[in-house]
């Protein structure tokens, strides 16, 4: 029910699971984050219009909707599987359309996590576990905090098993 509610809400079709299959056995299948695990979330942490948001894994772009919609932050979504990426960014026309967004408030890349090049405004991350296994989950995380300058006003949210944990 709530995932109707929202979907409506955004204008966008998130639901549902992934047609045909990933083109990697390393990613897990499209499952978008509940509805009820954003409000969750962000009861708890709180977000401004001058934040970037990265969705590592976005799919459909359930999480970028939500997120501009409720707190007009830029948004910016990386996803591998190219027929999630033209999903997301049907939704995004749509979403654009009917609430009056900016295009380049709401991105949406076609590649790796680990291609995507790390704006120097870019400072929330958010990860729904991308690899089947949790070793390469854990490694991915520690390449990306290597290879990219952290500092205190980044927040990188990473969920596994439907456990939301802010790693910094």
Known sequence: MEDKYYDAL???????GQKGF????????????????????FKQYQLK????????GSGKGRLLFYIHHF???????????????????ENRDRYVKRSNAREEEV?????AAQDYEINSNDNRFYFLTLFQSRFL????????????????????????????????
Request: aromatic residues 16%; contains cysteine.
């Open 10 to 16: 955004l204008h966008v079709k998130t639901g549902g």
């Open 107 to 111: 991105e949406i890349h076609h590649c």
């Open 71 to 89: 707190f007009k932050a830029t948004v910016i979504g990386v996803e591998i599987d190219k027929s999630l990426y033209h999903e997301a960014m």
């Open 22 to 41: 990933s083109s990697s056995i390393h990613y897990y299948r499209y499952e978008p984050t509940p509805y009820e695990g954003l409000n969750a979330l």
């Open 49 to 56: 219009e001058t934040d970037r948001v990265v969705d590592f």
């Open 137 to 168: 989950n854990i490694r991915f995380l520690i390449y990306f905090a290597l290879t990219n300058r952290i500092t205190e006003r980044w927040r990188l949210f990473y969920i596994m098993d439907r456990q939301i944990t802010p790693i910094f």
